[in-house]
């Protein structure tokens, strides 16, 4: 089962997965990146998903202020700043 899906829009294709953190889908672009996007490189699995660098998103839901992560070999790497309950934790990312 994926665990991330890929869509183009705008020319842009962009790789989201469910963060179990916010109990929302994020959704990091890939290519043709925008002034101040982040280079994102992925590794083409969309199970085994791995992405550099990592990310921070500030205000992601109305319940949650920042959700910084790392997505290493399908895990999601939530670090020790996180305001959400998996703050510090390494969760498998649910599949799609
Ligand atoms: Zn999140």
């Given at each position: 089962?994926?665990r991330?899906?890929?869509?183009?829009?705008?020319?842009?294709?962009?790789?989201r997965?469910?963060?179990?953190g916010?109990?929302?889908?994020?959704h990091l672009p890939?290519n043709?990146?925008?002034p101040?996007?982040?280079m994102?490189?992925w590794?083409?699995?969309t199970?085994?998903i791995?992405?550099t660098p990592?990310?921070?998103i500030?205000?992601?839901?109305?319940?949650v202020?920042r959700?910084?992560?790392?997505?290493e070999?399908g895990d999601?790497v939530y670090?020790?700043d996180?305001?959400h309950q998996?703050?510090?934790?390494?969760?498998t990312?649910?599949?799609?």
């Open positions: 089962m994926a991330a899906a890929i869509y183009t829009l705008d020319n842009q294709t962009r790789l997965f469910l963060c179990v916010c109990e929302i889908e994020h890939l043709n990146f925008l101040g996007q982040t994102y490189e590794n083409g699995d199970t085994n791995t992405v990592g990310t921070l500030e205000n992601p839901t109305p319940e202020n959700c910084h992560f790392l997505l070999n999601i670090q020790p996180c305001d998996f703050a510090g934790q390494r969760q990312l649910p599949n799609l």
